[in-house]
């Protein structure tokens, strides 16, 4: 048992409400919550849980159109919830900090990085500006950034978003503060960088014994960072338990789904004889460029009918670009794109109607990609009419039959707005537009990323269900590689904008890869709470070091 | 930097073509109106034979393709020919009132654009309290009146009433310079209550449009105080918008002040334009409107540099 003098933090029945449709609605439950000092908990849920939240509320902060309605948060013998604000203030930054999702956003574009990390040193005169700025590129030095002397001294927007992350990880030390919240500080990076960027965290909360909430909604990141791990689902506790005890047994049904969710996976398919099929979709030689920048090289693969082809890679390597290419929005600046074996012209404006119904879309966000000031029978509804010509009675079967398809009730859905749907719901219906048009291939972009596993699960079930109902071919973009173990045939794998290895997926996660294609696959994190500790042994810090400046 | 110099030159360059459009506008609008510009000049008693004459000797019997190019030929090296009233020299009718009401501009400018942006930051920090209200309310009526009417208003309580200040705003040159501003104090207060409100609603947005951004949350949980997040994290981002509104409200103080002019009887270019279109000096009409147009667009494109400058990215490129 800890000593009571080694509490950090203790948060009892901690209650939040949220104001919406001009009423308070309580969206935390009543959470208890114990840090000691130096200890790391892991707070997990899907979005929506009250995970971040509950990691503001550590810091007597609620954001506006949120209030905390009850339970008391102390820190270090304070209560939080009856400080006066300017005292509240004086603890954040200084004994309390936080690093922010995206580093990106959370950077003001108007300053300098050391700046920004010398602000709360200078106001808590903690240390002079010369001092600060000496400290910061200490922490900058500890932290492995590339030119730890320097890099201080650019704007955020000159600084890649990896180096960002860990830029804000030294700013939350900068006045060595008792408990730091890390709110998702790895989710809008690549794979490669995530390891960067979770060494350096996990490096340095040691190092100076601070205590952290790590909150995420990535089971085998918090098993790298976390002593405990709590589980959050709308606002309330599931459970809580020492790492290694959640991850080998976890006692709650909630739980062992969150556990169970890649378990999804379809055998894979293999590629019709070359003699008696033509590609549906080939990407012959394409090179392409914004602007006077080269982003695509001799890019070259196939898309055969009824069949899942995973692109992978980080962002930037010219995924999205290839597929701007194939549908006709970025003409290449050469080669071709073939479609049954026919050249396709390089502008969409050129190309038929029928050309241009046989190869969809269905995007990322589904919550930008739909109109929310249009019905959902007319967004599924026009694509029919459009490209099909299908009006009046057998429009409205035809919108039914595809919101059957797409597992939403006719009865509840025809005549609702996007904004009313959640996420899955949304990008069901973004499949159900791509499926109006009849295609024989769908391009789909990053489209479960955006979502919680759980969706994500079902959305990849659901486009599964319908490939082999019609037949349909996919280009996969994506840099989850789960997603891709669980739903492609064949891989292409690009870095900035060449294919740097292609093939059957079973022999892509077979040994021996290309390099990079192994870089990759090393640095997807797994539940095994060594994990990180292992691979960074492999690699040695040095090879880390590059890999972060890829 | 040389990117943000190739930016200013493209839009120098837009400005001169749409500069070139707009005379085009003002010389055929003005040559549309009903009316012979001869018969105007020697008035109804006149015989046939003096206003073909006058036509010819004012060249207006040359096609009126021709007649543009001359005219802008001369506008081009400051000569806009002659008025037809009183025969001297547009560009000297001009330049002297021209500086009057750039004066004006000026006064006025000192005044409302610190108030207005200062102001525009502190209601943003007091948002939704009595004092936001309060100076929306005030703004909002001196915005919503008309500037005769608040020019008038002035007269009655700080020159009729009072004997502050004088009335009337008329000028001489032995003044000092303290003379001319007490002289010409009316009309800039005037000018100032009509272009404060908007430039502060605008500032006061633009901040506030930025409280919801991450790095304004991020300043906040570093124990940044209040004013501190507004001043330092909000402001440096707000320019964009709120130069630009500035730049509108300047060339309001400069092209828009006819009926200010009128009512304290200034000499600048609005009242000798009003003059000018009611005596049909054409000449003079052409050559104030051409004015306006020119320091219209080059007020807009020094906002649009200025905008470019205020933007971190474009000033530091990778």
């Given amino acids: ?550 | 930097m040389g990117d943000i110099l190739q930016l200013v030159i493209k839009r120098l360059g837009l400005g001169v073509v749409t500069l070139l459009v707009i005379s085009i506008l003002i010389f055929f609008a003005v040559e549309l109106l009903p009316g012979d510009i001869a018969q105007a000049v020697l008035g109804q008693a006149a015989t046939p034979e003096t206003v073909t004459a006058l036509r010819e000797k004012m060249g207006l019997d040359q096609p009126a393709i021709l007649r543009y190019f001359q005219w802008l030929g001369g506008a081009l090296t400051g000569d806009f020919g002659v008025s037809l009233i009183s025969g001297e020299r547009v560009s000297e009718a001009i330049s002297g009132r021209f500086i009057n009401t750039l004066f004006l501009a000026t006064y006025a400018a000192v005044i409302a654009v610190p108030i207005s942006i200062i102001l525009g930051v502190i209601v943003a920090l007091l948002r939704n309290t009595l004092f936001d209200r309060v100076a929306n309310v005030v703004t909002l009526t001196s915005i919503s009146s008309p500037e005769f009417f608040l020019g008038y208003i002035l007269i009655l309580y700080l020159a009729v009433k009072t004997n502050y200040f004088p009335a009337i705003a008329s000028l001489s040159t032995d003044m000092s310079f303290g003379e001319l501003l007490h002289r010409t104090f009316l009309p800039a207060l005037t000018l100032v209550l009509v272009v404060t409100a908007h430039m502060m609603r605008m500032t006061r947005a633009a901040i506030i449009n930025l409280l919801a951004s991450p790095y304004i949350e991020m300043a906040r949980l570093k124990g940044v105080p209040p004013w501190k997040v507004i001043v330092k994290h909000a402001l440096p981002n707000a320019w964009a918008p709120i130069i630009n509104v500035v730049a509108l409200n300047l060339a309001y103080l400069i092209t828009g002040v006819v009926l200010v002019e009128v009512v304290f009887v200034y000499p600048g270019v609005g009242q000798l334009l009003v003059d000018a279109v009611s005596k049909r000096d054409f000449p003079i009409v052409q050559a104030c409107c051409l004015i306006f147009a020119a320091t219209f667009i080059l007020l807009n494109l020094a906002a649009d540099v200025g905008s470019i400058l205020t933007n971190p990215r474009l000033r530091h490129p990778k």
């Fill in chain 1, 1 to 550: 048992m800890v000593p009571k003098k080694d509490v950090l933090l203790e948060v009892k029945d901690l209650r939040i409400e949220g104001y919406s449709d001009e009423q308070w609605i309580e969206i935390v439950h009543g959470v208890d919550l114990t840090l000691h000092k130096g200890e790391v908990l892991g707070l997990i849920g899907e979005s929506g849980a009250g995970k971040s939240t509950i990691g503001l509320a550590a810091m007597g902060f609620a954001r506006d159109g949120c209030r905390i309605s009850g339970g008391s948060i102390e820190f270090d013998g304070m209560e939080l919830t009856t400080t006066p604000e300017g005292d509240l203030r004086a603890l954040r930054g200084s004994r309390i900090a936080y690093v922010a999702q995206s580093a990106a956003a959370s950077f003001n574009p108007a300053h300098r990085i050391i700046d920004q990390h010398t602000e709360a040193p200078i106001q808590y005169r903690i240390q002079k500006r010369v001092e600060a700025q000496e400290d910061a590129m200490e922490l900058y030095h500890r932290l492995r950034l590339p030119n730890p002397d320097e890099i201080g001294f650019r704007y955020p927007h000159q600084v890649s978003g990896g180096q960002l992350q860990r830029a804000m990880t030294a700013m939350a030390m900068a006045c060595r503060p008792d408990l730091i919240i890390f709110d998702e500080p790895t989710t809008a990076l690549d794979v490669t960088t995530q390891i960067e960027v979770l060494a350096a965290i996990r490096d340095i909360v040691d190092q100076f014994n601070t205590a952290a909430i790590y909150i995420t909604h990535d089971l085998a990141v918090v098993a790298q960072m976390a002593d405990t791990i709590k589980v959050l689902l709308k606002g309330e506790e599931v459970e809580e338990a020492p790492t290694e005890q959640m991850l080998d047994a976890p006692s709650e049904d909630y739980t062992k789904s969150l556990w169970a969710v890649r378990s999804f996976k379809r055998p894979q398919k293999e590629r019709p004889a070359e003699a008696d099929s033509i590609p549906i979709v080939s990407v012959k030689n394409v090179d392409a460029a914004y602007g006077k920048i080269k982003v695509l090289d001799d890019v070259s693969f196939d898309i055969y009918p009824g069949m899942t082809v995973a692109v992978v890679g980080e962002s930037g390597s010219g995924k999205s670009t290839t597929a701007r290419c194939i549908t006709g929005l970025l003409p290449p600046t050469k080669g071709e794109i073939q479609f049954n074996g026919e050249s396709l012209p390089p502008r969409y404006q050129d190309r038929t109607k029928d050309q241009l119904r046989q190869a969809q879309m269905i995007y990322q966000m589904a919550d930008t990609a739909l109109n929310p000031k249009i019905k959902i029978s007319e967004i599924i509804g026009r694509p029919a009419q459009f490209y099909r010509g299908v009006r009046g009675a057998e429009l409205k079967n035809r919108v039914d039959e595809l919101l059957d398809l797409i597992e939403l009730d006719p009865a509840k859905f025809y005549n609702r707005y996007p904004p009313e749907l959640s996420g899955g719901q949304k990008q069901r219906v973004g499949i159900a537009r791509a499926l109006a048009a009849d295609p024989s291939f769908i391009i789909c972009d990053e489209v479960t990323s955006a979502l919680d596993q759980l969706v994500a699960e079902g959305i990849l079930k659901l486009l599964d269900k319908l490939q082999k109902d019609f037949n349909l071919a996919y280009m996969f973009i994506t840099h989850d590689l789960a997603t891709v173990r669980s739903i492609a045939d064949e891989v292409v794998v690009m870095q900035r904008g060449k294919v740097v290895e292609q093939g059957a997926k079973d022999e892509m996660f077979t040994p021996p890869h290309h390099p990079y294609t192994d870089l990759l696959l090393s640095s997807v994190p797994e539940m095994d709470p060594n994990w990180l500790t292992t691979l960074l042994e492999e690699r040695g810090t040095d090879s880390i070091g590059e890999a972060a400046n890829v």
